[in-house]
């Protein structure tokens, strides 16, 4: 059981350039999330998932895409990155029924240049 | 927008209890209670959560007051592990919508 896993782990773009941050769980979890963190700033939501083939905008959706075809899995793309992309994303799954602990990916660290 | 307000910062000895505190006026009658934290770099990690009653676990101990209103965090003997970013979080549990963190606050155990 690897809980949730992130690739990559650090990746450095060129602004314009396109790229998806991979995200899976094997917990058998419906609701996926993802969060980007800004130096000093707390957790915001992006885009979130209560099950395959549904998505939602969280609090900073611009600029960021997702789609959920299979339970396990939850990518991030970027379409054209921009420095103020600039960021450590975190992905996190949970039960959507009972158990609310949300678990959290190690994180992505994106530079923009 | 975060249903809770949070001071920015604490400071805690080591071996002393951390009583961190979160104000969530606006909670509704269905909304639980959660703490998250995140040390350095890592991902927030789940602590504890509650409805109205007191709850306590190997890590922590939250205390909700009568009304609701608010809530404490207890760390019964704190470590220089514990220095992180603690988060409280009001939802519904049971609930697809989104989980909205706010900035927390950042804890700092002194030795």
């Known amino acids: 059981n690897a809980g949730v896993t992130q690739t990559p782990k650090f990746q450095v773009l060129k602004t314009g350039q396109s790229m998806t941050l991979q995200c899976a769980q094997d917990?058998?979890?419906?609701?996926m999330s993802w969060y980007r963190q800004d130096p000093g700033m707390g957790l915001r939501l992006i885009h979130y998932?209560?099950?395959?083939?549904?998505?939602d905008q969280g609090e900073v959706p611009n600029g960021y895409n997702v789609s959920r075809s299979t339970t396990e899995d939850f990518p991030l793309r970027l379409l054209s990155a921009a420095p103020s992309q600039t960021s450590v994303y975190f992905c996190a799954s949970s039960y959507a029924q009972g158990r609310e602990t949300q678990y959290f990916g190690p994180g992505t660290r994106l530079l923009v240049l | 927008d975060a249903k809770t307000t949070q001071p920015p910062s604490m400071d805690c000895a080591e071996g002393r209890a951390a009583n961190l505190p979160c104000n969530h006026s606006?909670?509704?009658?269905?909304?639980?209670v959660y703490w998250y934290r995140q040390i350095h770099s890592q991902g927030p990690q789940y602590i504890i959560h509650?409805?109205?009653n007191n709850e306590t676990n190997e890590m922590a101990s939250l205390i909700i007051t009568e009304d609701r209103k608010s809530s404490t965090l207890i760390l019964p003997h704190a470590t220089l592990r514990d220095t992180a970013v603690y988060y409280c979080?009001?939802?519904?549990?049971?609930?697809?919508?989104?989980?909205?963190f706010g900035k927390g606050t950042r804890l700092h155990i002194l030795p």
């Open positions: 979080i009001v939802r519904v549990a049971n609930r697809d919508d989104k989980i909205i």
């Open positions: 509650g409805l109205k």
């Open positions: 606006t909670i509704s009658g269905n909304e639980y």
């Open positions: 998932s209560v099950g395959a083939g549904i998505t």
């Open positions: 917990m058998n979890h419906e609701y």
